[in-house]
């Protein structure tokens, strides 16, 4: 089969982009990719959004943005699946690319999270979770994280800030990355001092949600013009899993089955093993969510994911490096756009553009987009072609 | 290539079920879709659904109908691209199988109104348009279609009644579909005598919003077990386009170039000409859609549309059969799960098992989704293998 290579990337910071519309957000990443992708014209959008309906009223937002773009009579949709709709829109960019039925992609990940605030976002939000069954009980994702950390703690007897080093080197690495929300480091003593939120859950476990737009342009790599100069990274491979909705169906609610299932799709697609792996992007929306995907992909033993931060093993020079440009925690939740972000950030370690916060001789690396507490995991392995 | 073919159908009664909830349809038809495959199981789930987040409180819907019908595991998202959600989620469905990627792909259409009644179904409807350039005027799906309506009566010369034939067609077949929420013929006095909805657009010329859903299992023909009996359904075509969300932004708003792109990507592939496509599924949730459409595609000259439906040349014995199980206005308008609604009737049609509706010798359909007036279009052509 001929190789999917990512022809272009763009990003927008992530932050609160009050000035900025939807649209307007879209378009600077889009414009980007564009361009870097040497002018590549795109036959097809897909878009990872998930709040637009509810907080900005827009549905449709495919052909919202492909008109706002000038892109006027490409294929345009919006794929959704909560916070993987990012992860789940380059999965479907990658089959229509790889099935030959289009020959450049333009997948876009986006969200604008400030055209509303306060209830109404978290009312938002919630519509991630069971609605009959979860949401309408008044439980919102952050209240369900922690009921999911606190059981861990219970189970797996996690010390008071056991969690810290997901945050801490989260932010150490988000200080380094100019699209980041948060660009400061912090120390132990902050997370330990932190605000809780719903306890044990403090501030610094989980990610803020933030307004943001990242785009990426593919192709089958025999399309790209003679001109094209950037490193090649390659789609390698790709996998999707659903799980209950609801977090009580589960029979095991300590292990996120999707996040083993979908990595597990994509990395036998690619022939590695995990050892191959250079650097993880996972989805940290919450701590908790980061320690159990660790497990769940194989990185850790079940009920020690939290350890392999303690240790500083998810460090850029640690055995696994994670979150390496920030991750959702300093970098920003942009919700449905953020797993789009992942691929743009795993694009530019294995292009070699990370500046200080480069991966040493990144070749493989693993992406992974959660919905909910994990009720949908999409992961990609994305590769340097030397 | 090998055969993208239809192993499954599913439906429920389009209506308004009060007392079935969105996963309760989407399940009804899942259920009945998998039966009449023989129990194929499904990897990927596309769901085509629009409204949910805004009036169920529900996102997330892949990962919830895959959980509820018991098929834990499996990838599914939600495909959106407004009224044409359904034709788009077929079309992903179509592209995953036909890559081979996917075996077996369940797409499901579903929409429940019935969660929210009166004004805040308008709201919904409306994030469909531009929301900060249509919406934000008060201006509903069914006011810009009147708005149209009049535009195209003053430049063609329509006459009152000009477009009673679209409903007199639908309710004709619609009363000898099962499935149809309106099962009774009208006569044109009754056209006539119409309440007004939004001038010259009366309650005739508009599809009733309804509850249901539908579903589909797509295979490659190679995979069918040998124990399959159903007469042999093949996607043999598929196309998507966009436009201006914005109708004021176009520069012809009398002609739909979605529907005239869209359709002539899906009859390319096919190699076929018009003549050869022997009933077309339109999107008619307006009966000036249906004009329209009739128009872009090629059956009629721009501005004659119309005077196809009021020739009698869309009845099942016509030049070109159109809504031969009732169309969006007397099978019902399932918003998102429309264009699944579609394709099911069609592979009825293909299959031969229409009954008093079966157009005779029936071997090449044209479906088209549309979503907003246009704004996207996704067709796609089924035939019937011999």
């Not at 330990?192 to 593919?218: Q, R």
């Amino acid at each position: 089969m001929t190789d999917v290579v990512i022809a272009g990337i763009g990003q927008t910071e992530v932050g609160e982009h009050w000035e900025l519309s939807l649209r307007d957000l879209a378009f600077a990443a889009i414009q980007d990719a564009i361009r870097d992708a040497g002018g590549l014209k795109p036959q097809s959008l897909f878009v990872g959004n998930m709040l637009a309906p509810n907080l900005s009223r827009q549905a449709h937002v495919g052909a919202l943005l492909a008109d706002f773009a000038g892109l006027n009579g490409i294929e345009a949709v919006t794929v959704e699946a909560a916070g993987a709709s990012g992860g789940a829109a380059l999965r479907q960019g990658y089959l229509a690319v790889a099935s030959g039925f289009v020959d450049v992609a333009l997948v876009v990940g986006v969200e604008k999270f400030t055209d509303k605030v306060g209830a109404a976002v978290d009312e938002a939000l919630a519509t991630q979770s069971d609605s009959d069954f979860e949401a309408v009980q008044g439980m919102t994702p952050a209240a369900q994280a922690a009921l999911l950390m606190k059981r861990y703690m219970h189970e797996y007897e996690v010390p008071k800030d056991g969690f810290a080093g997901f945050a801490l080197t989260a932010h150490e690495n988000g200080a380094r990355n100019k699209h980041a929300m948060f660009r400061k480091a912090i120390k132990p003593e902050v997370y330990a001092k932190a605000e809780m939120i719903s306890d044990p859950l403090n501030m610094f476990d989980m990610a803020p949600n933030a307004d943001g737009a990242a785009a990426l342009v593919l192709t089958r790599r025999e399309l790209l013009p003679s001109s094209f100069t950037n490193p090649l990274v390659k789609i390698a491979g790709s996998g999707a899993s659903s799980d209950t909705l609801a977090l009580h169906d589960r029979k095991d609610m300590l292990y996120f089955d999707t996040a083993q299932l979908s990595a597990g799709k994509a990395i036998k697609q690619v022939g590695l093993t995990l050892d191959g792996i250079d650097f993880f992007e996972y989805h940290d929306t919450f701590s908790i969510y980061a320690a159990m995907q660790l497990e769940a992909v194989g990185f850790a033993i079940k009920g020690k994911g939290w350890r392999l931060a303690e240790d500083g093993e998810i460090s850029r020079t640690g055995k696994i490096p994670c979150a390496t440009m920030g991750g959702m925690k300093a970098r920003g939740f942009p919700g449905g756009g953020a797993g789009v972000y992942q691929a743009v950030e795993a694009a530019i370690q294995l292009r070699g553009q990370a500046e200080a916060n480069q991966v040493k001789d990144a070749k493989f690396g693993l992406i992974q987009s959660l919905g909910g507490p994990a009720s949908t995991a999409v992961s990609h392995i994305l590769q340097r072609l030397d």
